[in-house]
């Protein structure tokens, strides 16, 4: 349960992202700060052959990662777009 709970728990994130086009109450510190937590997970079960370990810590860092990427694109690439206008 811990790991579900963990795995998905950006998907309110990026609903709330996709449906405000809006990251001003994201921390991007944050988020990278959870990834190399996570990163250094992935590593412990790696160490521990442990496969549950792995798979639920890389299934985290993906969704981890669309947040950093929406967080891009709607910070530099959609500012950047109306900046030029």
Do not use: A, D, Q
């Given at each position: 349960m811990a790991a579900l709970l963990t795995m998905f728990g950006f998907v309110p994130q990026v609903i709330k992202i996709f449906c405000t086009k809006s990251v001003e109450d994201v921390?991007?510190?944050?988020l990278f700060q959870f990834g190399i937590g996570v990163l250094l997970?992935?590593?412990y079960g790696f160490h521990l052959?442990?496969?549950?370990?792995v798979v639920a810590?890389?299934?985290?860092?993906?969704t981890l990662s669309v947040v950093i990427g929406l967080y891009?694109?709607?910070s530099y690439v959609i500012v950047g777009r109306n900046n030029e206008r």
């Open positions: 921390s991007l510190p944050m997970w992935t590593l052959r442990n496969p549950i370990h810590n890389i299934v985290t860092f993906l891009i694109h709607y």
